[in-house]
């Protein structure tokens, strides 16, 4: 996890970029603070994820935004002890709840905020549905549309729509004034 101190960190992958541009363009003039755990390929030891949920816990934010998770049901534990200190801290943790029809850890768990993808749903217009036991948020798996990028071109997927998701809510709480 690169840190704030570090040197000037670069998104090599556009993943973070993009979902932060997603979550920028639905919540205008949300502060953002970046913690990378991704370098040069999509993928890294899911200690790194777990280090940058106990340094989110410490900034005390009301959102975090985690367009990413795992299948790997060894994390759940401590998951879900992360889970109730956000809770506690009325941190909304916004995270993919399934991909390709697995679940997704943390996002399918309680008390993460889950996101499914609709492609039918406008990236600005998430819904909130039942879904068994607990209600999920299903999202467009879309980013904010690009001039002179096709829609295909661009980053799609489950880490979008919870980019979107994240969006909805804060600007949803910053209209209450809250």
């Not at 970029?17 to 993928?43: K, Q, W």
């Not at 816990?57 to 109730?84: I, K, P, Y």
């Given at each position: 996890?690169?840190?704030?101190?570090?040197?000037?960190?670069?998104?090599?992958?556009?993943?973070?970029?993009?979902?932060?541009?997603?979550i920028l363009d639905l919540a205008r003039g949300a502060e953002l603070v970046s913690l990378r755990v991704f370098e040069r390929e999509p993928a890294c030891p899911f200690e790194r994820v777990l280090a940058a949920l106990r340094y989110a816990l410490e900034l005390d934010a009301r959102f975090v935004n985690l367009s990413l998770g795992t299948?790997?049901?060894?994390?759940?534990?401590?998951?879900?002890?992360?889970?109730?200190?956000?809770?506690?801290?009325?941190?909304?943790?916004?995270?993919?709840?399934?991909?390709?029809?697995?679940?997704?850890?943390?996002?399918?768990?309680?008390?993460?905020?889950?996101?499914?993808?609709?492609?039918?749903?406008?990236?600005?217009?998430?819904?909130?549905?039942?879904?068994?036991?607990?209600?999920?948020?299903?999202?467009?798996?879309?980013?904010?549309?690009?001039?002179?990028?096709?829609?295909?071109?661009?980053?799609?997927?489950?880490?979008?729509?919870?980019?979107?998701?994240?969006?909805?809510?804060?600007?949803?709480?910053?209209?209450?004034?809250?």
């Amino acid at each position: 996890m690169t840190r704030h101190d570090d040197a000037v960190a670069t998104d090599e992958l556009g993943h973070g970029t993009a979902a932060a541009a997603a979550i920028l363009d639905l919540a205008r003039g949300a502060e953002l603070v970046s913690l990378r755990v991704f370098e040069r390929e999509p993928a890294c030891p899911f200690e790194r994820v777990l280090a940058a949920l106990r340094y989110a816990l410490e900034l005390d934010a009301r959102f975090v935004n985690l367009s990413l998770g795992t299948t790997e049901e060894r994390w759940r534990d401590e998951l879900l002890d992360l889970g109730r200190a956000f809770a506690v801290r009325g941190i909304v943790v916004v995270s993919p709840a399934a991909e390709r029809g697995l679940p997704m850890l943390p996002g399918a768990l309680a008390p993460y905020t889950g996101v499914l993808v609709d492609a039918r749903l406008p990236r600005e217009a998430p819904e909130l549905r039942a879904s068994g036991a607990r209600s999920f948020w299903f999202a467009s798996p879309y980013p904010r549309d690009l001039p002179g990028l096709a829609r295909s071109r661009n980053l799609a997927g489950v880490s979008m729509a919870t980019a979107n998701v994240t969006g909805f809510l804060a600007r949803r709480v910053d209209a209450a004034g809250g």
